[in-house]
T-cell receptor, first 115, second 115 residues
Framework: QQQVKQSPQSLIVQKGGIPIINCAYE??????FPWYQQFPGKGPALLIA?????SEKKEGRFTISFNKSAKQFSLHIMDSQPGDSATYFC??????????????FGQGTELSVKP | DGGITQSPKYLFRKEGQNVTLSCEQN?????MYWYRQDPGQGLRLIYY???????QKGDIAEGYSVSREKKESFPLTVTSAQKNPTAFYLC??????????????FGPGTRLTVL
């Protein structure tokens, strides 16, 4: 019930391509869905986040699409660059009144953007 | 320069030793968290604290202990009771505010290796 399933595990695209990373959840009580970007040996950095009352959110080249009825959300990276090569994690939260707003993470997607 | 600092960056522990990982933030955030990351996996919550002098167990608290004597600091002790402590440890913090969700920001991490 509290799992977030992320796919694919790894992804290789050419520069300029649009990688898409998908996440699915079961618990409809989740109310906050962030995406994090992590470079090797570094801490995750918050990239973009969405609430369930919005179907899409864009920030620069990053877009989250959210499908509440399907209980799925995805990250799209427009005009991908080699510098975007990193591991991406989706996450979900039940809110600050549930275990202090802990984040439940997907397993991660290792993205490689070839020049 | 505001942010979250973790020290040390690398830590080596012998069997049977307790070690303490430091986490400090100067963001004036109320809540602090400790997560553990294993290779190829998402992050899992160890402990969290929403206010000074109060903390709660997360999903994998066995073998760990914490304290929250100051708002800025949330050290994690990995005790000898933790049977598989080799992992990447990440500290995060967030501002509680008046909304139901909280953006969590991560430190650079400490890599702990058991010799």
């Amino acid at each position: 019930q509290q799992q977030v399933k992320q796919s694919p595990q790894s992804l290789i695209v050419q520069k300029g391509g649009i990688p898409i990373i998908n996440c699915a959840y079961e618990n409809t009580a989740f109310d906050y869905f962030p995406w994090y970007q992590q470079f090797p040996g570094k801490g995750p950095a918050l990239l973009i986040a969405i609430r369930p009352d919005v179907s899409e959110k864009k920030e620069g080249r990053f877009t989250i699409s959210f499908n509440k009825s399907a209980k799925q959300f995805s990250l799209h990276i427009m005009d991908s660059q080699p510098g975007d090569s990193a591991t991406y994690f989706c996450a979900a939260s039940l809110g600050i009144y549930n275990q202090g707003g802990k984040l439940i993470f997907g397993q991660g997607t290792e993205l490689s953007v070839k020049p | 320069d505001g942010g979250i600092t973790q020290s040390p960056k690398y830590l080596f522990r012998k069997e049977g030793q307790n070690v303490t990982l430091s986490c400090e933030q100067n963001l004036n955030h109320d809540a602090m968290y400790w997560y553990r990351q294993d290779p190829g996996q998402g992050l899992r919550l160890i402990y969290y604290s929403q206010i000074v002098n109060d903390f709660q167990k997360g999903d994998i608290a066995e073998g760990y202990s914490v304290s929250r004597e100051k708002k800025e600091s949330f050290p994690l002790t990995v005790t000898s009771a933790q049977k598989n402590p080799t992992a990447f440890y990440l500290c995060a913090s967030s501002y509680r505010g008046t909304v139901s969700y909280n953006e969590q920001f991560f430190g650079p991490g400490t890599r702990l290796t058991v010799l």
